[in-house]
């Protein structure tokens, strides 16, 4: 049982004996003789069949043991690797959509360069997602913020708590704040108080996602009603947006670089201004984020170094 320990596992998680069969390479009738044996070798279904494949309490318990048994196996391997002269290896790595293209061009050229042999590969999900990723060993660490964490079994390391500001650009302050233009601009840089913007329209970020969240919490707190007329989820497209004068909205520590570039491309309708939020008392803390029994090879520890570095507030907040 224990030397095919992953077909159990790769067919708790397609529930279909067929596509099991084509991820793992062998055939569907050597998958199925595989389940007889083991049903028949501990008494038990593992698997209900009608009317549709899902796991049993037994599954369950089994999927869940096997789970253990393979991140004791990655550990070991882990281990061993060290202890080679040559490192050789695969990290799997994973990263919200909108962080991608901040850190990954530079982390793949910079760790490439110190680990040639080891392959750096890079999973683009939401929180939830690499979160159950990282409990199924999928996944080794990914960077998220913690909002969204609800399980006790993953371990972080907070990089750089992150702070919220609005984005709005100079041709809408000057249409909506006509009589304040352009002295508004050095009072809302001392700090943006959101009741004076709810005449503005917003593109907001889908409400499960960290940075909605915790506008939300300060929203509500303060009564304050937004005029959104988008919702979308790359922060990237946002500041485009927000460039061409469609809306304002909202940005986390590690997009202030990106909105000077765009400052600086001089290819946007209008420039853009980022100012820091009155009153605003949440923080959005960046974290990487792996399994609480994951052991590491050394060249992840690099890894998690660079990506500290690239994450560090000085590294964005000293281009703001």
């Known amino acids: 049982m224990l030397n095919n320990y992953k077909y159990f596992l790769v067919l708790a998680e397609e529930l279909n004996i067929s596509n099991a069969a084509k991820r793992l390479y062998i055939s569907h009738q050597s998958l199925s003789k595989y389940l007889k044996g083991l049903?028949?070798?501990?008494?038990?279904?593992?698997?209900e069949r009608k009317p549709k494949i899902t796991?049993?309490?037994?599954?369950?318990?089994?999927?869940?043991?096997?789970?253990?048994?393979?991140?004791?196996?990655?550990?070991?391997e882990n281990?061993?690797?060290?202890?080679?002269?040559?490192?050789?290896?695969?990290i799997h790595f994973g990263i919200t959509e909108g962080r991608y293209p901040i850190i990954v061009p530079k982390l793949?050229?910079?760790?490439?360069d110190l680990h040639p042999k080891v392959?750096?590969?890079?999973h683009r999900r939401t929180s939830p997602q690499m979160q159950e990723m990282v409990l199924n060993n999928s996944l080794d660490l990914f960077l998220s913020g913690v909002d969204n964490i609800v399980t006790p079994l993953v371990k972080y390391e907070t990089i750089l708590h992150e702070q919220m500001y609005i984005v709005i650009s100079d041709n809408l302050l000057k249409q909506y704040f006509p009589d304040q233009y352009p002295g508004c601009i050095n009072t809302f840089a001392d700090g943006a108080d959101l009741r004076l913007f709810q005449h503005v329209p917003f593109v907001l970020n889908k409400k499960n996602f960290n940075s909605r969240i915790?506008?939300?919490?300060?929203?509500?707190?303060?009564?304050?009603?937004?005029?959104?007329?988008?919702?979308l989820t790359q922060p990237d497209i946002h500041h485009?947006?927000?460039?061409?004068?469609?809306?304002?909205?909202?940005?986390?520590t590690m997009y202030l670089r990106g909105i000077d570039g765009l400052n600086e491309s001089g290819n946007t309708n209008s420039h853009l201004h980022v100012f820091p939020i009155s009153d605003f008392a949440y923080f959005n803390p960046l974290a990487l984020i792996y399994h609480r029994n994951k052991i590491f090879p050394s060249y992840t520890e690099d890894l998690k170094k660079i990506v500290k570095r690239y994450c560090s507030?000085?590294?964005?907040?000293?281009?703001s």
Do not use: W
């Open 79 to 90: 281990q061993l690797i060290d202890l080679k002269e040559d490192k050789s290896g695969t």
């Open 55 to 76: 796991l049993t309490s037994a599954g369950k318990i089994m999927q869940n043991t096997l789970r253990q048994i393979e991140l004791l196996d990655q550990n070991m």
């Open 39 to 47: 049903e028949e070798k501990h008494g038990v279904a593992f698997f």
């Open 119 to 122: 392959e750096l590969i890079i």
């Open 240 to 252: 485009l947006l927000c460039a061409e004068d469609y809306a304002a909205s909202f940005c986390l």
């Open 313 to 319: 507030p000085a590294s964005y907040l000293q281009q």
């Open 214 to 231: 915790l506008l939300d919490k300060h929203l509500s707190e303060r009564g304050i009603s937004l005029n959104c007329i988008n919702e």
């Open 108 to 112: 793949l050229k910079e760790f490439y």
